[in-house]
Structure formats: C-alpha cells, structure tokens
C-alpha cells in the first residue's frame, strides 16, 4: 500500500475515534445525545464546527468543551442548524389547510406541537395557518427544539427583509386567505412578526433522543429531522411521536422522509400520502 494512503487511512481512524469520543464527552458533560445521529451529517457538522472555532483537531475541540460550558450553544449551533423557510412545501401546507383542519375542527380544542422547531418559521407558518382557519384561538402550540439559541430566535420572530419575497409566494401558493404582510412589520433590518402570534406559542427545550412523551396532541409537525437520524433513533422519535398523539391524531414529516422502515409504522395510516402527513391508527 501506497505510504500516502495508508497514513490518510489512519488519519480517518484516528478522526473517527475522536469523533466518538467528542460525542460521548457531550451526552456525559452536558446530556445532549448526538451519537445515533447520521454520522456522515454530524462529521460534515463537526469539521465545520472544529474549522470556524479555529481547533486543530476534534480533541481539542473535545477538550475547550469539557473545561468551557461557553464552547456548548456554539457547538450546538452547528450540530443543530436547520435551514427552513416559511411555508416551505407550500403543498404540505395546502394538506393541513384543506384536509387536516377540517377534522381538527371537531375538536374542541387543539394541542400542536412543532418538534425541532428551529429558527420558528414553521411554527408561525402553522399558526398564520390556524388564525385565517379560525382555530387558533382553540390552539396551544408547543415549539419544541433542543437548542437554546434556536428557541430565541425563534421566540424573537425576525427575519432578514431578502427571505420575506420566497416566504410570501409560499404562503400564497399554500392557501393563504390574507397577505403574509398583515402579520409583520419591518424595523431591526428585518421584518418583525407580531407577537400576537406567539400569544398561545409554549417554547421548551426538548430532546427527540432522550425525553419522554409530550403532553397528548392532535398534530405533530416534524420536518427534517428525522432525515439527520440513524435507524435506531428514528424508530425512537416515531414512537414517541405515536404515543404523544391523541387517537386520530396527525403527524406530518417532511417531503424526504417516510415511515415505510420504521418498527411503529403499523400505528399509523396514510392520510395524505404525497405530503407525508399521517394518522394515527385507533387500535
């Protein structure tokens, strides 16, 4: 073997021991469980992370962690970055708009929860949503995400003015019943979303990896998450989904990813099958 190879081969062992021993100092440290994450997407997260913090290996990146409770929300910035837009797949949106809120309509009240809801642009985009459908007066939603930083921003509800052009043509083509315009106005060099649209919002960190079932809900929206999760874990987060929803009740997954492998597939039925959106079985 080529010596160039060989040493580049150890290099990647080397890399990866690190790796595992960076996550496992995390979930001990900090209780933040990142280890049945995809490993090629947390790799690409952690080089990212190890490059911008300026380490020179992950070791040390390992080592600034363990002695420096500062290094945490950057580091979870990276591994938990999402990029979301409102109103994304305005097609899911027109699905919920027209076939799911006609049966939570049935309910007299409704409890949603938007797991791993990042920056919060999927959760006003169900709560838009829910307002023109009248029902958010009857809605509690829960945001849910495992990063401090992502429920500020999230809760602070301010967008760069250059995202509000794709936001208000997907809010359109979604089903809007009014201008996207009416729910925000601009200052801060953004564009700031009322806060009376986070009247009936309950921010929350929580963990998909390790908490428990969260509160009994008629909606679950989780898109791409999931994606970023291996196997085991994805079968985690399912059933937690199924025990968390009301019998009857909806959980909507994003346009790449589907139930089709998972152990706890059998307690769900297709609803709007090209949208993802599923329901929970009564049996």
């Not at 080592?63 to 363990?66: M, R, S, T, V, W």
């Not at 049966?103 to 797991?115: G, H, M, N, Q």
């Not at 642009?121 to 459908?133: A, D, H, K, Q, T």
């Not at 346009?255 to 307690?267: I, P, Q, T, V």
């Given at each position: 073997?080529?010596?160039?190879?060989?040493?580049?081969?150890?290099?990647?062992?080397?890399?990866?021991?690190?790796?595992?021993?960076?996550?496992?100092?995390?979930?001990?440290?900090?209780?933040?469980?990142?280890?049945?994450?995809?490993?090629?997407?947390?790799?690409?997260?952690l080089?990212?992370?190890?490059?911008?913090?300026?380490?020179?290996?992950?070791?040390?990146?390992q080592?600034?962690?363990?002695h420096?409770?500062?290094?945490?929300?950057?580091?979870?910035?990276?591994?938990?970055?999402?990029?979301?837009?409102?109103?994304?797949?305005?097609?899911?949106?027109?699905?919920?708009?027209?076939?799911?809120?006609p049966?939570?309509?049935?309910?007299?009240?409704?409890?949603?929860?938007?797991?791993?809801?990042?920056?919060g642009?999927?959760?006003?985009?169900?709560?838009?949503?829910?307002?023109?459908?009248g029902?958010?007066?009857?809605?509690?939603?829960?945001?849910?995400?495992?990063?401090?930083?992502?429920?500020?921003?999230?809760?602070r509800?301010?967008?760069?003015?250059?995202?509000?052009k794709?936001?208000?043509?997907?809010?359109?083509?979604?089903?809007?019943?009014?201008?996207?315009?009416?729910?925000?106005?601009?200052?801060?060099?953004?564009?700031?979303?009322?806060?009376?649209?986070?009247?009936?919002?309950?921010?929350?960190?929580?963990?998909?990896?390790?908490?428990?079932?969260?509160?009994?809900m008629?909606?679950?929206?989780?898109?791409?998450?999931?994606?970023?999760?291996?196997?085991?874990?994805?079968?985690?987060?399912?059933?937690?989904?199924?025990?968390?929803?009301?019998?009857?009740?909806?959980?909507?997954?994003?346009?790449?990813?589907?139930?089709?492998?998972?152990?706890?597939?059998?307690?769900?039925?297709?609803?709007?099958?090209?949208?993802?959106?599923?329901?929970?079985?009564?049996?």
């Open positions: 073997m080529d010596a160039a190879l060989r040493d580049a081969g150890l290099s990647d062992v080397i890399e990866d021991i690190e790796i595992r021993l960076l996550l496992e100092a995390l979930n001990l440290r900090y209780h933040y469980d990142f280890r049945n994450y995809a490993q090629a997407s947390i790799r690409r997260r080089k990212q992370a190890r490059q911008r913090l300026g380490m020179p290996t992950f070791s040390a990146l080592e600034a962690l363990l420096d409770k500062a290094m945490l929300p950057q580091l979870l910035g990276y591994l938990t970055v999402q990029v979301s837009e409102m109103f994304r797949d305005p097609s899911y949106f027109r699905a919920i708009r027209e076939k799911v809120v049966v939570l309509r049935t309910y007299p009240s409704l409890r949603i929860w938007i797991a791993g809801c990042s920056g642009e999927e959760l006003y985009s169900l709560v838009i949503l829910f307002r023109e459908e029902l958010e007066e009857r809605t509690i939603f829960y945001a849910t995400d495992i990063s401090q930083e992502a429920l500020e921003t999230a809760s509800g301010i967008y760069a003015l250059d995202r509000i794709g936001f208000t043509e997907n809010h359109r083509l979604s089903g809007g019943k009014s201008s996207l315009s009416d729910y925000y106005t601009t200052g801060y060099g953004g564009a700031v979303f009322d806060k009376s649209l986070r009247d009936r919002v309950v921010f929350s960190d929580h963990s998909l990896v390790t908490d428990a079932v969260f509160a009994e008629q909606l679950i929206s989780c898109r791409n998450v999931l994606i970023y999760f291996n196997r085991e874990l994805q079968n985690r987060a399912i059933g937690l989904f199924r025990d968390s929803l009301v019998r009857g009740g909806f959980l909507g997954l994003g346009s790449k990813e589907n139930l089709r492998f998972s152990a706890h597939a059998d307690g769900f039925a297709n609803f709007v099958r090209d949208e993802k959106i599923y329901q929970r079985r009564e049996g």
